[in-house]
C-alpha cells in the first residue's frame, strides 16, 4: 500500500473517530497531544504524510482502536489483543458503579442512550423505589441511587437521548409498568421531566419516536469506546469500532424517525401533565 493511500486512509479513519465523539478538532488535537495546525495538516485533501509513533498510539489508547486500524493494515477497528465483545455482570437493577466508570472513560464525548423505561436521569426517588419493588424502603439508600443517576455528569458533557413515546404515555395512563402507582406520583414525574429537559437543553437533547413503527432495544453508546446494551442482569459489551459505528448508525436512524424534536420535548411534555391534571 503506498503512503497516500495509508494517509488517505488515516484521514478517514480519525475524521471517523472525531465525528463519533463529538469533539472538535481543537480538542482532538489537544488530547493527542498535536497542535491545531500539526492536525489540519496531517487531515488536510491534499496531504502525504502521518504522525509520529507516539502520536497513533495516543490515539489508538483513547478511542479504543489498533494502530493497524488507522493505517488501514485491518479492517477490524479493536484494539490488538483486546476482546471486542463482553459480557458485564449487572446483579443490581442501578449499576452505578459501572455506568460511573463508562461515562468518566468517555468524557468529552457524545453520549446516545435508549433507556430501559424512564431515562436515568430523568427519575424521581418515587419512580426509583417503584421500579426497585418491595423491600427497598429505605427513604436514604433511595436518595443515594437518585444522587449518582447522572453518573457524574459534568460540565459540558453531549447527550442525546432516543425515547419511545409510548414510554411516557404508559406512564400518563398508568398502565403497564405503571399501574398501580398512584397518580400524583405519575404527574410529579412528568412535571419533574419537564424542569429537567428544560434545565439541561441544549447538553441534552431527547428525541420522540413512535415505538410502534421503529423497534430497539435499550443500549448506551459512550463515544467511541463502547456501545453496551442493557439485557437486564446483564449488560453486552461491544468495544470494535465496526459495532459501535453501527449501533451509531441505528441511533442516526432512531432520530430521523423521531417526530417529536428536542425543542419540542418541554411542550410536549406539559400537554401530557395537563392530561392527567384533568383526570
Given at each position: 500500500?503506498?503512503?497516500?493511500?495509508?494517509?488517505?486512509?488515516?484521514?478517514?479513519?480519525?475524521?471517523?473517530?472525531?465525528?463519533?465523539?463529538?469533539?472538535?478538532?481543537?480538542?482532538?488535537?489537544?488530547?493527542?497531544?498535536?497542535?491545531?495546525?500539526?492536525?489540519?495538516?496531517?487531515?488536510?485533501?491534499?496531504?502525504?504524510?502521518?504522525?509520529?509513533?507516539?502520536?497513533?498510539?495516543?490515539?489508538?489508547?483513547?478511542?479504543?482502536?489498533?494502530?493497524?486500524?488507522?493505517?488501514?493494515?485491518?479492517?477490524?477497528?479493536?484494539?490488538?489483543?483486546?476482546?471486542?465483545?463482553?459480557?458485564?455482570?449487572?446483579?443490581?437493577?442501578?449499576?452505578?458503579?459501572?455506568?460511573?466508570?463508562?461515562?468518566?472513560?468517555?468524557?468529552?464525548?457524545?453520549?446516545?442512550?435508549?433507556?430501559?423505561?424512564?431515562?436515568?436521569?430523568?427519575?424521581?426517588?418515587?419512580?426509583?423505589?417503584?421500579?426497585?419493588?418491595?423491600?427497598?424502603?429505605?427513604?436514604?439508600?433511595?436518595?443515594?441511587?437518585?444522587?449518582?443517576?447522572?453518573?457524574?455528569?459534568?460540565?459540558?458533557?453531549?447527550?442525546?437521548?432516543?425515547?419511545?413515546?409510548?414510554?411516557?404515555?404508559?406512564?400518563?395512563?398508568?398502565?403497564?409498568?405503571?399501574?398501580?402507582?398512584?397518580?400524583?406520583?405519575?404527574?410529579?414525574?412528568?412535571?419533574?421531566?419537564?424542569?429537567?429537559?428544560?434545565?439541561?437543553?441544549?447538553?441534552?437533547?431527547?428525541?420522540?419516536?413512535?415505538?410502534?413503527?421503529?423497534?430497539t432495544v435499550p443500549y448506551t453508546i459512550f463515544g467511541t469506546q463502547r456501545a453496551a446494551i442493557y439485557a437486564?442482569?446483564?449488560?453486552?459489551?461491544?468495544?470494535?469500532?465496526?459495532?459501535?459505528?453501527?449501533?451509531?448508525?441505528?441511533?442516526?436512524?432512531?432520530?430521523?424517525?423521531?417526530?417529536?424534536?428536542?425543542?419540542?420535548?418541554?411542550?410536549?411534555?406539559?400537554?401530557?401533565?395537563?392530561?392527567?391534571?384533568?383526570?
Open positions: 500500500m503506498s503512503k497516500r493511500l495509508i494517509s488517505q486512509v488515516f484521514q478517514q479513519r480519525v475524521l471517523s473517530l472525531i465525528q463519533a465523539s463529538s469533539r472538535s478538532r481543537s480538542a482532538f488535537a489537544e488530547e493527542i497531544g498535536v497542535d491545531r495546525s500539526a492536525l489540519s495538516q496531517l487531515l488536510a485533501e491534499d496531504a502525504v504524510r502521518l504522525p509520529r509513533a507516539d502520536t497513533l498510539v495516543r490515539i489508538a489508547r483513547r478511542y479504543n482502536v489498533s494502530v493497524d486500524w488507522l493505517l488501514g493494515m485491518t479492517d477490524s477497528a479493536g484494539a490488538t489483543g483486546g476482546r471486542t465483545t463482553e459480557v458485564a455482570d449487572n446483579p443490581d437493577y442501578y449499576n452505578i458503579p459501572l455506568l460511573t466508570r463508562w461515562h468518566a472513560e468517555a468524557e468529552g464525548m457524545k453520549i446516545r442512550y435508549v433507556p430501559y423505561r424512564l431515562p436515568d436521569i430523568l427519575r424521581m426517588s418515587e419512580i426509583v423505589a417503584w421500579e426497585l419493588g418491595p423491600g427497598h424502603d429505605d427513604p436514604e439508600a433511595i436518595e443515594t441511587i437518585v444522587s449518582k443517576l447522572d453518573y457524574n455528569r459534568g460540565p459540558g458533557t453531549d447527550m442525546e437521548i432516543c425515547l419511545p413515546t409510548q414510554t411516557v404515555t404508559s406512564l400518563i395512563d398508568g398502565v403497564f409498568p405503571w399501574d398501580g402507582l398512584p397518580v400524583s406520583i405519575r404527574r410529579a414525574q412528568i412535571e419533574h421531566m419537564v424542569e429537567q429537559v428544560e434545565a439541561l437543553y441544549p447538553s441534552l437533547r431527547i428525541f420522540l419516536f413512535d415505538g410502534r413503527r421503529q423497534h437486564g442482569s446483564q449488560y453486552i459489551v461491544f468495544n470494535d469500532q465496526t459495532t459501535i459505528q453501527q449501533m451509531q448508525r441505528h441511533f442516526d436512524s432512531l432520530i430521523r424517525q423521531s417526530g417529536i424534536q428536542p425543542h419540542e420535548v418541554s411542550r410536549w411534555l406539559r400537554q401530557a401533565a395537563l392530561t392527567i391534571r384533568n383526570r
